[in-house]
Structures are given as structure tokens and as C-alpha cells.
């Protein structure tokens, strides 16, 4: 494959890349491209595997200049699209240091030398321009190979890529390699993961080549993370602290891990209610569900049974506006709580941790019927027009998406999804961050983060070494990363946190979209402090972070914030033992006098009143008595109520009675529908 008469010389074009990671003294690393793709066409491995290297080879060499934005054609080179970021095939413009480096420390760990150094050379031109040289230094010293590397080693690394799904012709090529080129170390690590039984004599052999290498330092510390053993237990935390000194930025699916066995005196474990720093409840915890409040208003709030009891006195339905059942489920059935995109999962397990059918999971419309005839084993509820599922076969495990009208198919290739925000999903496939696809499947955002929340009001809250910020939908760091804790943006703005772990507080604030602070929640709290204890030191680390009304398992802020984002211009807060509504420049709008209080919904706010709930409007007025002692928040019009826990019906926003108490227990209504549960 030659570049086309219109494009630059392609030898000319990778010599000025290579020369900012190697010396003069190493152009001799020449890549015969023409050379290069016959000897790897020519041989006839999987399908799969030529297809995706002929991608790279195409975006390698049609892509010109490597600053040239893909942009002649309506869709790209190789269909990527104009405005997408273009991985894993192409490095665009307009990242900072830290977010090249992560993206080459993410190709050198795929063993892609040639989007590695496209990475380096951005890097050089990047800004900070402090940062930028620090993290130049880290990639010569810890990631890129030590010294030059042959035209042949490259081809014959780019063979055993090819093959990766063949073990043995891959361990077979780079065995010839390591043979051939003894000091071309990335050889060595590739047969390390790929022949896990001599991973220790490979791991070993980079070191003597590179001692600062960070995959062999990783790799090794690895090895023994399972290990009980006193002796090996030394050796890992040895590994780690070299690995920490000479690339204190290394990320991978095991580093967190590895960082928490090899602490000399492990943190103290958190409690029941494990939080991650991007506002998300960790889907590891064994314990899904979240642990209910002190406060008395989830209590309240609390209504529909957790699941069928096939035996049981009860079952659930599906109710329209006048309280009559347009649908029942059978007992082998759970559905979720509410219709989105004119679909309602069933048998899934979101919010529930684990599946919890006995069979596959569906898609129902509002009559009860099928809505997709998908054959998947799990699945999460439509946003924006998508469902992520997981299919039967192939890629079993694996999630992938599909349209609601079961046209646009995602294929099935990631290990964890979030749900379609404002066209954008956050994935993670293993071994890689997460990262950004839209509606195409294409990465629209890089696989660099840590830790992310979908997109709310054009922003998306990540994770990244440790703190969290904000990227925009181009991907740009608008927010540096400055946070332990954040939230997603609502009516503009975002709840964020810094932790002093000393004095086991946190002091919060919310932000705007430029990341100024036009709040902050520690100083309205020292005004209503009485007794000197409420706000010292901030207030304790408790588990609001993950409050969201949907259940931990949607994991989201945008459309599902709960109730500690700003909702119709107020927010609820507990002030001085009591809660109220503050607004956005802090001055009390509704004086805290409740016992609990709720996010103001469709002109109500739910509050609770010697453990009886009632909602107020705007002004504080109690418009619907605090009479019941179970109750929902207001959702098209209605909200599910009790006074006797057994019998629940429904109001409207002047506490009228439009649906008699006559059900178990009552959700909220969406689409025009209620799931509710009947007494058999």
C-alpha cells in the first residue's frame, strides 16, 4: 500500500516523528511501508486480525502530514468520523500533556510503536509545557523501547500483533524476534503476556535491557499479587516502588489494586457504602444496593417490594392514569421501574447487582408485548434512543448497544457501558480506560480515564491520577482535574468535593461550566452552625455521592440527579440538625424546619414532618398536608402515597385523590404507565 502522488514522502514524514523519541544516531529505525504490508497481506492469518491491522496501515498512511485533521471526506479515512477522535487508527490535536501521555502509555501497553510515537511528538508541542517535559522524560525512560528499533523487528512485532487470536504462530514469531534482536525488549514483554508460564524469565530480561521499564516492573509485581507467600509479598511491593519512582503516571485494569496490597499499612476500609472519586458506587461491592440513610425520608420514600415472590400474596402491574391495569407480569418476571423510549427492561440487573432471572432478558413496550426481539441476557434501560445489552452469542459477557427500533447494532466489545447521554456512551473495554463511542460504535473520546459519568449539559465528569474534572464533548480538559468528588452538572451547576482524609472531612462547592466556584456549601453551613459541631473541619465523608433516585446501578448524574443537585432553581440542605432550600447564591429560600426534604419535582418539594411526608411548593407553603408515612416524588402529574404502608394510591400537585389506595406498593409514572404491586 503506497501513499498517494499527493501526499508527503511517508519515509520523510516518520523520520521527523521518530527523532523527537530517539536521537539522531537512531533514524536508523526505518519503516519500509510498501515492504511492510506485502509481507503481512501475504500471509493469510484470521480474517479479523488483517482487517484490523489494514486499518491501521490505512490510517497510517492516507492521513498525510500527522497533524492533518481527517476531514476531505464526509465520513473520514477508514469511516472515522470528522469530529471523532479517531482511535485507535489516528492521534488528533488538541489534548494537553497529560492526556498524550496517557493515550501513548495506552498504545505502548497495546504494543503499538507507531501510534506511540505520533503520541510523543504531540506530546513535545503540547501544553503545560512543564508537565509536557516531565511526562517526555517518563515515556523515553519507562514505556518506549530502550534503543533503536530494526525495520525487521517492527514487521515481525507487527506480524505476531496480527496473530494475537493464533498463541502459538504469535509466540512462534516473537520467539524468532527475541532470537534475532536479543535488545528489542518489547518483544520480550509481548511473549510474557502471551506465555504466562515463562512471564517471569521474559519480565526479567527487559529489566536487564531497561531496569526503569514500567510494563516489566508492573508485570512482575503482578505476578506475585496473589501470593501469600512473605518472601513474594516483599518482592511485589519492591516491583510497585519501582514502578511508582520511574512512572509514577502508570495506569492499567490492575494498578489500583496492586497500589492497595502493596501500601505498607492498607487504608482503612470503608464502610458499607464504597464510593469512587467520579460520584459513581463501585459495581465490585458485593452489597449492590445502597444502604439506607439515618434520615428518615428514604424511609418514607421506600414503597415497591424488591422482587416476585413466585408464592408470595402480591405481584406487579402496570397501571395507567386512572388506576387501571393495562398489563400484568407473571412470576417469572421483573421489570424494571420505569418505560424509557416507549420500551421497560425486564429480567435485568440493573439496580439489582446480579441477574436475577432464570432465563433472558427483554424489552417490553406498553401493552406488555415484545418491543425488541434481541436474545440477550442482560440489558439497561433506553437512553437517548439506545440500550446497552448484552447478547447470547457471540461475545458472551461482553456488553454492546442497540437502537430501540433494533436497526443500529453496537457490537458487543466492551466490559462495562454507561447509558447513551446526549449521544455519547462511556465504555471500558479490559485493559483499556474508558472512553467515549457514539452512535456508530466509533470512539468519539479516547479510552484514558479512570473513571467517568455520562454527559450532562455538555460536560461529562472523569476521573484521571487520582482527581476528577470535566472534558467537553471535543474531549478538551475544560475543568482540570482538581477534585476528589464530583457530581453531574444540573441547571448549570456541579456539585464537587475535596477530601482532607486526616480529619475525615470534606469541604464541598458547585461550580459553573467554566469551573468557577459559585457556592460553597461550608460557608452557608458556618451561618446555621449553633453548636459549634455541625461544620467543623466540613462536614463528615457520608455516601451522597451515590444518592440517585433511579437506584446505584444507572450510576449517572444529567437526567437522574437526586437530591443533592439544584432542581428548579433550589436545593435541598441540611442546615444546623433541620433541612431547607437554599438558592444558587446561597441565601435561604425555604427556612429548614423539616425533618427531611426532597428535590423539587414538577413544582413540589417533598418533605417530612414528624416522620410524615407532605409536599411544599416553592414559597414553603405546605400545599398537601404532611399526612402520609409513605410517598414518592411527583412524575407526570402524580405521586404514589400511604397511610397504612399496605395500601397506596395516587395524588395530584393539590393533594387530590385520583387513583384510590388499593396497591401494595407504587413507582413513579412514566410514559403514561405506573408499576405497581397487587395483592393476589
Not at 212 to 227: E, F, I, P, Q, T
Not at 561 to 571: I, K, M, S, T, V
Request: net charge neutral; glycine share 10%.
Amino acid at each position: 500500500m503506497s501513499p498517494a502522488k499527493s501526499e508527503p514522502d511517508v519515509d520523510s514524514t516518520l523520520m521527523e516523528v521518530f527523532e523527537p523519541a530517539w536521537s539522531s544516531s537512531r533514524k536508523e529505525l526505518f519503516w519500509v511501508s510498501d515492504r511492510l504490508n506485502e509481507t503481512i497481506w501475504q500471509r493469510k492469518y484470521l480474517i479479523r486480525s488483517a482487517m484490523a491491522l489494514l486499518l491501521w496501515a490505512a490510517g497510517l498512511f492516507s492521513s498525510g502530514s500527522l497533524g492533518e485533521d481527517m476531514s476531505n471526506s464526509q465520513s473520514g479515512t477508514n469511516g472515522i468520523p470528522r469530529d471523532g477522535c479517531g482511535y485507535p487508527v489516528r492521534v488528533r490535536d488538541g489534548l494537553n500533556a497529560m492526556q498524550y501521555f496517557r493515550l501513548a502509555s495506552l498504545y505502548c501497553q497495546q504494543f503499538r510503536l507507531d501510534m506511540a510515537l505520533k503520541c510523543h511528538a504531540k506530546l513535545t508541542e503540547s501544553s503545560p509545557k512543564n508537565d509536557a517535559s516531565i511526562r517526555m522524560k517518563i515515556l523515553d525512560d519507562a514505556l518506549l523501547p530502550k534503543e533503536p528499533v530494526p525495520a525487521d523487528a517492527f514487521a515481525m512485532l507487527n506480524m505476531a500483533l496480527a496473530v494475537s487470536d493464533d498463541r502459538p504462530e504469535e509466540q512462534k514469531i516473537l520467539r524468532q524476534c527475541i532470537a534475532k534482536y536479543p535488545r528489542f525488549e518489547w518483544a520480550s514483554l509481548m511473549l510474557a503476556r502471551a506465555y504466562p508460564p515463562e512471564a517471569e524469565q521474559f519480565y526479567k530480561q527487559v529489566l536487564e535491557i531497561n531496569p526503569h521499564n514500567a510494563m516489566a516492573l508492573s508485570g512482575l509485581a503482578n505476578l506475585s499479587r496473589d501470593s501469600q507467600d512473605e518472601q513474594k509479598k516483599v518482592e511485589r511491593r519492591a516491583f510497585f516502588k519501582q514502578l511508582m519512582h520511574f512512572d509514577p503516571y502508570y495506569h492499567d485494569q490492575e494498578t489500583k489494586l496492586l497500589e492497595l496490597m502493596c501500601n505498607e499499612e492498607p487504608p482503612e476500609p470503608r464502610k458499607k457504602d464504597k464510593i469512587s472519586r467520579a460520584g459513581r458506587r463501585d459495581p465490585c461491592q458485593e452489597d449492590y444496593w445502597l444502604e439506607e440513610p439515618a434520615d428518615m425520608k428514604n424511609d418514607i420514600v421506600k414503597s415497591l417490594p424488591n422482587s416476585w415472590e413466585k408464592d408470595g400474596d402480591w405481584g406487579y402491574a402496570f397501571v395507567d392514569k386512572k388506576g387501571r391495569v393495562v398489563f400484568a407480569v407473571g412470576p417469572n418476571a421483573d421489570p424494571g421501574r420505569k418505560f424509557s423510549g416507549g420500551m421497560i427492561v425486564v429480567n435485568a440487573s440493573e439496580g439489582q447487582g446480579q441477574n436475577c432471572n432464570n432465563g433472558h432478558t427483554q424489552y417490553w413496550n406498553h401493552m406488555g408485548g415484545l418491543a425488541l426481539e434481541e436474545s440477550i441476557v442482560d440489558g439497561k434501560s433506553a437512553s437517548y434512543g439506545m440500550c446497552a445489552i448484552k447478547p447470547i452469542e457471540p461475545g458472551a459477557g461482553q456488553w454492546g448497544f442497540v437502537s430501540i427500533d433494533g436497526k443500529n447494532v453496537i457490537k458487543a466489545d466492551f466490559d462495562e457501558v454507561l447509558p447513551f447521554s446526549e449521544g455519547l456512551a462511556a465504555v471500558r473495554r479490559r485493559g483499556v480506560g474508558w472512553g467515549f463511542v457514539d452512535k456508530t460504535g466509533l470512539f468519539a473520546i479516547e479510552p484514558i480515564y479512570d473513571d467517568c459519568l455520562p454527559f450532562s449539559e455538555g460536560l461529562a465528569a472523569v476521573e484521571v491520577e487520582g482527581k476528577v474534572g470535566f472534558i467537553d464533548k471535543r474531549g478538551a480538559l475544560v475543568i482540570p482535574p482538581t477534585y476528589d468528588l464530583a457530581r453531574s452538572f444540573s441547571e448549570g451547576l456541579a456539585k464537587v468535593a475535596i477530601l482532607d482524609k486526616e480529619r475525615k472531612a470534606r469541604y464541598e462547592k458547585y461550580i459553573d461550566r467554566n469551573g468557577k466556584v459559585c457556592l460553597d456549601l461550608n460557608e452557608v453551613r458556618k451561618r446555621f452552625d449553633t453548636d459549634g459541631k455541625s461544620t467543623k473541619g466540613g462536614i463528615g465523608l457520608g455516601n451522597e455521592w451515590t444518592l440517585y433516585p433511579e437506584g446505584a446501578s444507572l450510576r449517572c448524574g444529567g437526567e437522574n440527579n437526586g437530591d443533592y443537585d439544584f432542581h428548579e432553581g433550589l436545593l435541598a440542605i441540611k442546615l444546623d440538625h433541620k433541612f431547607g432550600y437554599i438558592r444558587r447564591d446561597g441565601t435561604v429560600a425555604i427556612e429548614p424546619k423539616f425533618d427531611s426534604a426532597s428535590a423539587f419535582k414538577e413544582g413540589r418539594g417533598m418533605v417530612v414532618i414528624r416522620n410524615k411526608a407532605g409536599f411544599v411548593n416553592h414559597k414553603g407553603e405546605l400545599i398537601i398536608p404532611a399526612d402520609y408515612i409513605g410517598a414518592t416524588d411527583f412524575s407526570e402529574g402524580l405521586a404514589a402515597v400511604s397511610k397504612s404502608r399496605r395500601r397506596w394510591g395516587y395524588i395530584d400537585k393539590s393533594g387530590v385523590l385520583q387513583i384510590s389506595p388499593r396497591f401494595v406498593g407504587a413507582g413513579p409514572f412514566s410514559e403514561g404507565l405506573a408499576k405497581v404491586a397487587l395483592s393476589k
